[in-house]
């Protein structure tokens, strides 16, 4: 069977802004005298991917990684310095109109609701600029209506809701005229824990439901670890890692954490096997960490047996907030 063409690829794609700088001139300061010149940023720097359709990926990265950069050559609002793409088929900075009728966005600090209007006017409004036909509107907006529990507030003017039903609204308006490739860029930032849940379950649905591929850039690593199999990393411009959670966990989580509950009697002290760090103690329970190439749980569950009586045993696999940080710090740039 052939496989499908990805709806996003990328090659190269480059992006290096410009930007006016000023700097002493060489009597300045005697005359306070400022000369301009300018130096260039490299914002993107050769990311080069594919996107399946159906898939959810997820991409992360400190502020000014590039991120959003990316999105916005992907979508069409900038004209890439070098490299090449394809969205849907389409070159999104030379073909960005009919690329609009086949992509939703949704950016968590911006609405492409109208501020004045009531949440239902401003989903007509969009249904006109998007030419939805009335019929398949109606279809949309019932299954909406139903998955993100809009009826409490659809007449209410957009100023007057709430972050997180604003962000409802702005999904709705998103995905209205049914595209096949939804961005999404901070959708529950400022959100709090029950809307935050709400987003995610919308996406899991038109994804499951409508086969729609998302691309989501977050600073929230629970949106990752709910939604995504596949993760794509990136800092100051350039592709750190592009895989699944796993393989990320297994590559770059290098420890684990074995958690063992021992038969407290008082008489021997508690020694940890050679080579694991103990992290804490509590009582009778210990969390000891230790290199996963190095040891084996069973092998250090086995050398502590012999010499305590253990009531219960853990493993705690490594945090991704943790690994992610690490990728950061070490400045890893080899993909596998």
């Given at each position: 069977m052939k496989a499908s063409a990805p709806i996003v690829h990328a090659r190269g794609l480059t992006k290096?802004?410009?930007?006016?700088?000023?700097?002493?001139?060489?009597?300045?300061?005697?005359?306070?005298?400022?000369?301009?010149?300018?130096?260039?940023?490299?914002?993107?720097?050769?990311?080069?991917?594919?996107i399946a359709p159906g898939e959810i990926v997820g991409c992360i990265g400190p502020n000014g990684a590039g991120k959003s950069t990316t999105i916005k050559m992907l979508t069409g609002i900038l004209v890439p310095t070098a490299g090449e793409a394809t969205v849907a088929g389409l070159v999104p900075w030379r073909q960005r109109r009919q690329l609009a009728r086949r992509i939703g966005v949704v950016f968590g600090q911006r609405t492409q609701l109208w501020w004045d209007l009531p949440l239902i006017e401003s989903l007509e409004l969009l249904r006109h600029v998007y030419r939805v036909p009335r019929e398949r509107f109606q279809t949309n907006l019932a299954e909406m209506r139903q998955v993100l529990d809009l009826d409490p507030f659809l007449d209410t003017p957009v100023r007057q809701l709430s972050l997180g039903q604003r962000m409802r609204g702005d999904l709705v308006a998103a995905v209205l005229h049914?595209?096949?490739?939804?961005?999404?860029?901070?959708?529950?930032?400022?959100?709090?824990?029950?809307?935050?849940?709400?987003?995610r379950e919308f996406l899991a649905h038109i994804n499951r439901e409508r086969g729609v591929t998302a691309l989501l850039t977050t600073h929230d690593l629970a949106d990752i670890e709910h939604l995504c199999r596949r993760l794509i990393v990136i800092d100051h411009g350039r592709l750190l890692y592009d895989g699944g959670i796993d393989e990320l966990r297994h590559r770059y989580g290098t420890h684990r954490t074995l958690v063992v509950d021992l038969e407290d009697d008082g008489t021997a002290p508690f020694v940890p096997p050679a080579k694991v760090e103990l992290i804490k103690a509590d009582g009778p329970r210990h969390w000891m960490r230790f290199d996963r190439e190095s040891h084996s749980a069973s092998d250090l569950i086995a050398t502590i047996a012999s010499r305590h009586a253990i009531r219960d045993v853990a493993i705690e696999e490594p945090d991704i907030e943790e690994i992610v940080r690490r990728i950061y710090r070490e400045g890893v740039v080899a993909l596998p």
């Amino acid at each position: 069977m052939k496989a499908s063409a990805p709806i996003v690829h990328a090659r190269g794609l480059t992006k290096i802004f410009t930007v006016a700088q000023r700097r002493e001139g060489a009597l300045g300061a005697l005359r306070g005298l400022v000369a301009r010149g300018h130096r260039e940023v490299r914002a993107v720097d050769g990311i080069s991917l594919d996107i399946a359709p159906g898939e959810i990926v997820g991409c992360i990265g400190p502020n000014g990684a590039g991120k959003s950069t990316t999105i916005k050559m992907l979508t069409g609002i900038l004209v890439p310095t070098a490299g090449e793409a394809t969205v849907a088929g389409l070159v999104p900075w030379r073909q960005r109109r009919q690329l609009a009728r086949r992509i939703g966005v949704v950016f968590g600090q911006r609405t492409q609701l109208w501020w004045d209007l009531p949440l239902i006017e401003s989903l007509e409004l969009l249904r006109h600029v998007y030419r939805v036909p009335r019929e398949r509107f109606q279809t949309n907006l019932a299954e909406m209506r139903q998955v993100l529990d809009l009826d409490p507030f659809l007449d209410t003017p957009v100023r007057q809701l709430s972050l997180g039903q604003r962000m409802r609204g702005d999904l709705v308006a998103a995905v209205l005229h049914d595209p096949t490739l939804l961005y999404l860029d901070e959708p529950t930032i400022g959100l709090d824990v029950v809307a935050k849940a709400r987003v995610r379950e919308f996406l899991a649905h038109i994804n499951r439901e409508r086969g729609v591929t998302a691309l989501l850039t977050t600073h929230d690593l629970a949106d990752i670890e709910h939604l995504c199999r596949r993760l794509i990393v990136i800092d100051h411009g350039r592709l750190l890692y592009d895989g699944g959670i796993d393989e990320l966990r297994h590559r770059y989580g290098t420890h684990r954490t074995l958690v063992v509950d021992l038969e407290d009697d008082g008489t021997a002290p508690f020694v940890p096997p050679a080579k694991v760090e103990l992290i804490k103690a509590d009582g009778p329970r210990h969390w000891m960490r230790f290199d996963r190439e190095s040891h084996s749980a069973s092998d250090l569950i086995a050398t502590i047996a012999s010499r305590h009586a253990i009531r219960d045993v853990a493993i705690e696999e490594p945090d991704i907030e943790e690994i992610v940080r690490r990728i950061y710090r070490e400045g890893v740039v080899a993909l596998p």
